[in-house]
């Protein structure tokens, strides 16, 4: 009798221990995930508020009047932001090209973007650390296009073309800026912040060179990146492409 109620039990003592072990390790990977991501998101937090501290820091010694600056500053924390939006749909697995463009542009106005913009160039997707530079550069090359450059005259126009090419030490991005059939273009007497932000946090973040000259015929941004390979699914497999 005893046997028989046995082979029915739902199971046995060693099999019971070994589905809690199971669930148990499976609790503690889901919690070790979990504790990556906490310290992941505080990283980028705490990048994200230190770049906000020197956006905010430059701005107000930069501009020459309260209301200007914080118009500047409320464009450059809506560009930051609208960048931030783009990753989180995108899980933080960085942005293509394309989109990084197109939303750097879009506030100047939808009629504005497809009269005044030329944009061109293949498929390209960057990572977090360089989708965010070169968003924010391209809110300040808008910027300055609007108040001294092509965007402020109604016949002048921006193109945005970048290609790339292959050789042995990976994919390099050539991205260009260039303005044309605005007013006349005088170089600046002193670097502004956002020159500097173009300049140096652009070719940092990007791996690369960046050369910004003010040509009389119109404001020019080249931009030479290196692109780290990309992990993207295809179907049921990873495969990895540069």
């Given at each position: 009798?005893?046997?028989?109620?046995?082979?029915?039990?739902?199971?046995?003592?060693?099999?019971?221990?070994?589905?809690?072990?199971?669930?148990?390790?499976?609790?503690r990977?889901?919690?070790?995930?979990?504790?990556?991501?906490?310290?992941?998101?505080?990283?980028?937090?705490?990048?994200?508020?230190?770049?906000?501290?020197?956006?905010?820091?430059?701005?107000?010694?930069?501009?020459?009047?309260?209301?200007?600056?914080?118009?500047?500053?409320?464009?450059?924390?809506?560009?930051?932001?609208?960048?931030?939006?783009?990753?989180?749909?995108?899980?933080?697995?960085?942005?293509?090209?394309?989109?990084?463009?197109?939303?750097?542009?879009s506030?100047?106005?939808?009629?504005?973007?497809?009269?005044?913009?030329?944009?061109?160039?293949?498929?390209?997707?960057?990572?977090?650390?360089?989708?965010?530079?070169?968003?924010?550069?391209?809110?300040?090359?808008?910027?300055?296009?609007?108040?001294?450059?092509?965007?402020?005259?109604?016949?002048?126009?921006?193109?945005?073309?970048?290609?790339?090419?292959?050789?042995?030490?990976?994919?390099t991005?050539?991205?260009?800026?260039?303005?044309?059939?605005?007013?006349?273009?005088?170089?600046?007497?002193r670097?502004?912040?956002?020159?500097?932000?173009?300049?140096?946090?652009?070719?940092?973040?990007?791996?690369?060179?960046?050369?910004?000259?003010?040509?009389?015929?119109?404001?020019?941004?080249t931009?030479?990146?290196?692109?780290?390979?990309?992990?993207?699914?295809?179907?049921?497999?990873?495969?990895?492409?540069v």
């Amino acid at each position: 009798m005893f046997a028989d109620f046995m082979s029915v039990s739902p199971g046995s003592p060693a099999k019971r221990i070994a589905e809690l072990e199971q669930s148990n390790a499976r609790l503690r990977a889901k919690c070790e995930q979990q504790r990556l991501l906490m310290a992941e998101l505080g990283h980028r937090v705490k990048n994200s508020l230190a770049l906000v501290q020197a956006l905010v820091n430059q701005t107000l010694r930069e501009e020459a009047s309260v209301e200007a600056a914080r118009n500047a500053l409320t464009a450059r924390i809506a560009a930051l932001g609208q960048s931030h939006a783009l990753l989180i749909d995108e899980s933080w697995a960085g942005a293509n090209l394309k989109q990084v463009v197109d939303g750097a542009i879009s506030v100047h106005g939808a009629r504005t973007v497809a009269d005044r913009f030329d944009v061109s160039g293949p498929s390209v997707r960057l990572q977090p650390r360089q989708m965010l530079a070169l968003s924010m550069a391209l809110h300040e090359l808008g910027t300055n296009a609007a108040k001294y450059g092509a965007l402020s005259v109604a016949t002048g126009r921006v193109e945005v073309t970048w290609t790339t090419t292959r050789s042995a030490n990976g994919r390099t991005l050539r991205l260009q800026w260039r303005e044309a059939g605005g007013p006349p273009v005088l170089p600046p007497t002193r670097r502004g912040f956002g020159s500097k932000l173009i300049e140096r946090a652009l070719r940092d973040a990007m791996d690369g060179e960046v050369s910004l000259t003010f040509k009389p015929t119109g404001v020019m941004c080249t931009v030479l990146a290196h692109l780290a390979p990309t992990v993207r699914k295809s179907g049921t497999r990873e495969t990895a492409h540069v």
